[in-house]
């Protein structure tokens, strides 16, 4: 198939050469070994990727969301924990920034971001506050002119490597949603420690770490938006989030269905055909409705029932091929590291993150029944 959707400046031809040149060699080696090298995130950087959708007033690209969708699916493609790593810091950290923060704070917060000097970091999930996040137990209470935070937070990608991190915390857990507020976190701030790295099934080489904030002083400049408005912060970034996901899903989606096509061109059966036919229009079908929910977002329009189509719909259907892919190729699918059985591993972790399937068919139910 050609291009996720050829044009839009350039972007997703860019990413695509990109991906050949730099991802698919090393995509194994980044599985195998659990590590992002140190020279994708500079070359992420250098090809302009890391400020790919922030405004061009503070060094971005100004890209929309469809423009960046089409780059993650592509970076996806080639591999989906440096798509990931992409989606975290543009969506759910540099955005929301851009969204809430005041002028003062984007000038100083965006610039290193856009220009990939920073990575970003999201982190609202707790150990005891996963798919409900207003249980979170993190603590911030007013100090001097600023703040202190203590608690922790776990599952939280780019967690070691981000400069910047997008932490919330509430007043008061008895105040429920109305206690939560968004704080800018710098890396090397005393208190603030990375505790633990997950080793998990797929996404290996995307970190995913511990948290823990003991006393950690912030600036009162650290607060981004109004005190109290930390889960519309949280919330509002996971709509963008949810379409940066399905596109990286789509790529993982896309790269198996290749896998899938390459098998069945090798050894043709009826059962081949009818499997590539099935996964080809899935495939074609999940893109549009990604594509869909980027271009409202893109017209100012209300994304929420779309982004959370797409990411159940674009997490399932990377589930499915990749597991289509491994069946046809029969026992050299299992073989570790082989590409269909690495493709599988990693589309099985997209119908969790940013919000499982159960809670994007919640978002739905009640958007199409009340309630
Ligand atoms: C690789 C990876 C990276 C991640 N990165 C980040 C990150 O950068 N920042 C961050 O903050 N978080 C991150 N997360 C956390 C992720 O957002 C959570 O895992 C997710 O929200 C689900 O929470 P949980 O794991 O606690 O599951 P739980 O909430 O405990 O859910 C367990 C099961 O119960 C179901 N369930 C829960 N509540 C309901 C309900 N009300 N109705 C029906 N079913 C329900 C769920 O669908 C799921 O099947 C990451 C997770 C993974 C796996």
Redesign the pocket.
Known sequence: MGPAVASLDGWAERARSFTERELLPRAAQIDREDRMPGEVPRALAQEGFLGLSLPQAYGGQGAGSATTAAVLEELARGSAAVA?LVA?HLS?CASPIAQWGDERQKEELLRPMASGRWLG?????EPA?????KQLQTRYRASGDGFKLTGS???????GLADLILV?ATRDPALGSKGITAFALRKGTPGFTVTSR?D?L??RG?E?TELAFDEVVLEPGARIGPEGSGLKVALGALTGGRIGIAACALGVAGAAYEELRRTALLHPSELARAQVARSYSELTATRSLVLQAASRRDAGLPAEEEASAAKLLASQAAVRIANAAVDLAGRAGVISGSPAERLLRDAR?FP????????Q??ILGRALLGG
Request: hydrophobic share 45%; glycine share 10%; aromatic share 10%.
């Open positions: 990931v975290v759910v970091a999201f982190a609202l999930t506050a996963g798919s409900d996040a937070k776990t599952f939280i990608t780019n967690g919330f997950f998990k797929g996404l995307s995913t972790v969790i993150v940013e919000g499982t399937t159960e809670i068919e919640r």
